[in-house]
């Protein structure tokens, strides 16, 4: 149920390089492929298994992520850019009703809609973020905004929607974000809420955080032609959220990292438990120090041991969730503790591929 | 300029023991005192100099900082809990009008207080941060709230402040907050923005991230006899904020960190650029993988090493601040960029120092 690798290896390479040598260098020795670009999403993660999703549903949420992957791709084999790669993806998931980012956001407590994202490019290690934020359409277009047109990294609540409309970003009612099955949700939580605890801290973070649960947090990450990284992350939180809280999503470090010296990533999961443990930050950490040690590219087995010691060191904590990752040689893949996640990867190497279960 | 290291070393230590066990045998071989505990403390870092400091008021630095870790002390000495230590440390400083934190926080541009705070503990790596909060007097006590009392790590703006409310800790309205100092500070800033760029994003950054700054930020983590740490961080931002922004100060992994298997630390500086880093979370991480790549406590050398490359790599991005530290193992530092770093130690092992500028 763990993690399907499918990255594709730089062997032989003596020293870690440059980041814009190795970018440069994607010849494979063994015959592979080239690696010039590549692509990995995910649509959150959570209890998803066959027997809570029908077959139509199954086929939708396939069509959606090859979506995401096509318009991605449609940038980056064209030698475009990787954050605008991240975003066109991004953009996707975030307007379809059926993950929980823009339309199809889930509701807080209070029954608005309250948006986080963040965007991260591994060049220059520049970020943007926007937490709380309630009316921009897209909001992985407020952390590029915040990215490239501040020089602040996070943003929140009414100011950010401020700056939201400065920038002439599309602004929406409220009313845009909504769909029945969240309104349905919500009721559901506050049902079990106040019949447990009265809708008490503790109940409430005990429930929103157990095992049984869905995270439809949107993401993605990708590496260019240009050896650049980019990653971003987009969510409506959790399902009854209380007093402005912010999750992994929008924190550097914890839902979104990149660092063309060793990944790119975007996170899903129990939100608490990824900034405690900076799941983003710490994998590519890791990984950027395994190759610093060993003076060469780690293996991909190598890195998907680091993906999964990370998400399992989130896992020891209580928590549960996910990551998409990618690294500047090439290797790409998925870790995640839960039944399923909705997953998708693509690169000018190998076939593109979505999944959602564990055992695909 | 840089850091100062006065730590202790267990040498001959021939592995990384679990931490308890760490933690549990302070005996130094070379006949070192016992370093039971310990206690590191910050108020800023800046535009710190001889010449722009009264003799006056750098004794009421020197005495506040003081005052500051007899309070953590009178906690750690009796073997009472790192984080209790942690709390009553930061609430000196406050409580303090010299420092941004509490009252004395500077100004939004907006001309409100909006404060953040932070808090981790080593042992469970639980956190807690409240982030653009109104109205309590020492929103480091809201941190721990958050930390103990809900299954949340980060509350913001409006919603944290009816937790605060909710949880009984005290309120104040805004003018306890106000000092003439940072109304002045407001002023000064509003007169070069709107002269610059009529308050524009871009500008505004540039001057309140520049390297002429003084950033007023309040830190501390603790090693209390049990072995456990803790560390926290209190702001009241940067002058002139907008948007909502929110610095590292209330970012777990960017400002405040803390892991009983390698270090607390707190940060203080240009808020951005120790996001992108993850600061206070690369610390920690480089100084655990260290430990365990040489299955021994790494050396104060190389922690100190660490903590300069740290703050080398957030100036190569063209950030500005510094770091408090202490590991498990006894060490204690600091490392910033800055002339000067309020800033002050205390141990079971070693005479309590104070220091202001950057050749102390």
Redesign the interface.
Known sequence: MRALTKGIMLLGASAILPVAAVAEDHSAPNGEKEANWSLVIHGGAGTISRDKITAEKDAEIRAKLTQALDAGEAILAEGGDAADAVIAAIMVLEDDPNFNAGKGAVLTWEETFSLDSSI?EGA????GSA??VSATKNPILLARAVMD????????????D??SQ?QGLEQVEQDYFATPHRVKALEAFKLRMNAAAKGS??A???D??GRDWRFGTVGAAALDESGNIAAGTSTGGMTGK??????DSP????GT?ADNRSCGISATGA??YF????VA??FC??VR?AAE?SESPPSAETVQKTADAVIAEMGA?GGSGGIIYLTPWGQIGYAFDTPGMYRGMASSAQPKSVAIYGDE
């Open positions: 991260m220059t290690r520049n970020a937490a709380g047109k501040s020089r602040h990294v996070l943003l929140s609540g009414a100011g950010a401020a700056f400065e801290a503790k409430m973070g005990q929103a955080l209380r007093w402005g809280r912010i999750g924190i550097i470090g914890a990292y939100g608490e900034i405690r443990v900076g930050q710490e950490t890791r120090i040690v904590l």
